[in-house]
DNA sequence: CTGAAAGCGCTTACAG
DNA sequence: CTGAAAGCGCTTACAG
């Protein structure tokens, strides 16, 4: 049961002036507006608690001033904090933010996408599952202002904001050498659906096993499922030779590898040096505390902000532009083997 | 630059027929439409791609299927998991959701309850800031629609989703006893604001010190702000008695003792036993595993859909309720004494 | 079974 | 400096 508002015609009403008078109030535009009926607008408003209605405003402007984020997984950490940069650099632009999370499940995430469009987003940031290329193909090319952030979509005529995804594993990797670790496995989700970020992370892997001369184990990757994650762990440990040291792909599956080494009585550090990409909010209070490849997630969710805007303003479309981030190194215990554990 | 958009009357010129019988078409109104033309109105929108503005929609009906949920803190992980139960919750019954986040700032929280009435949000569901009373009585009284979470406002005619707080200290207190610690002191944060589970927490502490007949000690109640929670928990440690146990108020206060124990070398479970409310994702890989007090935050998701669901049912306001949740002890290793830590 | 008309609550170009 | 009118894209009661 809605209540019954009070609407512009209201407050002309009660004001003794026009409806467009009233408008012109809402809308600041005091040049031609006498002193005395400026007053006499601002008093009914206040009397009568009036409150515009943005719905009719939006429908009338074509333009919700709203811009759609769709997230494929919420649970990441990262994506959690480039939403809160997000969300804060639209706000001060005066643009509300809906956020969506779509689960990892590309049906979910069509179905977000046309509910957004429906309600008439004015663009979209997007965290893009595998599975709706065409989808995100037609809006592209339609020009609507989309941005992807974390992954991108080939082909598409979109703006990107990623990872030096590369960097990250080799920095993983140097760091984990100079500290005395030389066999070092990768734990990444499954590859099945060519997520970009593990496809670029297991060929960082590879790169960085011949840049810094090691030798190249097929059996040191384990891309994988998460359900299945820590049989893929176990495997690891059971090798002739398991390695010394891991990198860990994401939060999710330092979860999964903190999960074995807790109930293998592992001593990270020590057994087995660790350094994850992405930093958690726990990795200082771990014990011990974790080493990570952090990522610039305000400034990346803040140029996700500033690419979309940038579509509004100017009509022609400049080329599409993957821009890359560098990682940063937090060192912490876990990748240190000498009395790491309390 | 919006992309100039196909409208249904796109859809009746090429349907030939009137933009009334789409609508009928769109809102699934078949009963009198002959075959044909459903045919051919379905044909037309799949050739013009059409997709109905939902904007122009909600204004004529003036229902937006939209709820707005604002939360004071989207940082606790209590926060974050209820709203991921409200969200699912709302979905099934074809509402969509806007999250804002308060940041604890009742400001912020003014805003965005502005903004999404300006919105026309058809309900909201809020875990309420302590500044806004007035507001929210507004509202209330006005009849809008309107469930709290997590924390309630006095005096309002409005349904709220509850912790049941005493019996949340209560369990873990005896949890705690009965692994042998004696001397409990408790964490919370800052009780300056009157922010109810806080004040009910520290209430609770107090009941449970008299029901298990031990000693209540002022200064073994820590309520602080997170900024100088250390140096709280610094002086705890430096009493002449420092307490065998600690019960943590939430995620946030778990943090800071996780940390004071850490750079102190303390020992969990072996040193000083602890105990948490609220469940955290890392609470299992922690070491030692933390013993937790979960809130049954799924069923608390629903409970605030299904009572403000109901609001828009029935016509009559039936009087406002506080619905209670009893908490879950999750037994790890923090609370034990023996062999906790590696 | 289908269409013309009115109206949801705004904004804006234009006239005066 | 202010107002009348048209229109944004829908829905619905009503007429036929």
Same mark, same amino acid.
Not at 5 to 34: C, G, P, W
């Given at each position: 049961?809605?209540?019954?508002? /009070?609407?512009?015609?209201? *407050? ?9 008078? *009233? ?23 206040? %009397? ?15 333009? @919700?001033? @709203? ?6 997984? $919420?649970?990441?950490?990262?994506? /959690?904090? *480039? ?51 065409? +989808?995100?193909? !037609? +809006? ?10 974390? !992954? ?16 990250? $594993? ?31 992370? $297991? ?13 190249? !184990? ?22 002739? =030779? ?13 979860? %999964? ?9 592992? =001593? ?22 974790? /080493? ?9 969710? %803040? ?40």
């Amino acid at each position: 049961m809605p209540i019954k508002k /009070t609407t512009i015609s209201d *407050v002309a009403k009660h004001a003794q002036v026009s409806k467009s008078t *009233v408008s012109q109030f809402l809308n600041e535009r005091f040049e031609y507006m006498r002193e005395e009926t400026r007053e006499r607008i601002e008093k009914a408003i206040k %009397e009568l608690n009036y409150q515009p209605n943005n719905v009719a405003r939006s429908l009338k402007l074509k333009s @919700t001033a @709203t811009i759609g984020v769709i997230v494929a997984n $919420i649970l990441h950490s990262f994506s /959690t904090q *480039v939403i809160r940069a997000i969300e804060d650099k639209l706000n001060e632009n005066d643009f509300s933010t809906i956020i969506c999370n779509a689960d990892d499940d590309p049906a979910k995430e069509k179905k977000y996408i046309e509910t957004l469009l429906a309600r008439q987003v004015d663009g979209l940031i997007v965290f893009p599952t595998s599975g709706n290329q065409e +989808l995100y193909k !037609r +809006l592209a090319d339609s020009n609507f202002p989309i941005v992807f952030v974390d !992954r991108y979509v080939s082909d598409l005529n979109a703006d990107a904001v990623m990872l030096d995804n590369e960097k990250a $594993i080799h920095l993983a990797v140097e760091h984990l050498l100079t500290n005395g670790y030389e066999d070092i496995a990768v734990l990444t989700t499954s590859l099945e659906n060519a997520v970009v970020p593990r496809l670029e992370r $297991i060929q960082g892997y590879r790169s960085a096993m011949e840049r810094f001369e090691l030798p190249l !184990r097929e059996d040191y990757i384990k891309s994988m499922d998460l359900s299945v994650m820590k049989d893929g762990i176990a495997e690891l440990f059971q090798l002739e =030779k398991p390695p010394q040291a891991i990198v860990s792909g994401n939060d999710l599956t330092l979860m %999964e590898f903190l999960k074995y080494a807790s109930e293998h009585n592992m =001593k990270i550090g020590t057994d087995v040096g660790l350094v994850t990409i992405d930093e958690v909010p726990y990795a200082s209070i771990h014990n011990p505390p974790l /080493t990570t490849i952090a990522q610039p997630t305000f400034e990346m969710g %803040e140029k996700a902000v500033e690419l979309l805007l940038h579509k509004f303003d100017s009509k022609k479309s400049n080329d599409p532009k993957i821009y890359r981030f560098a990682p940063s190194i937090i060192v912490r215990k876990s990748s240190e083997k000498a009395g790491a554990q309390l």
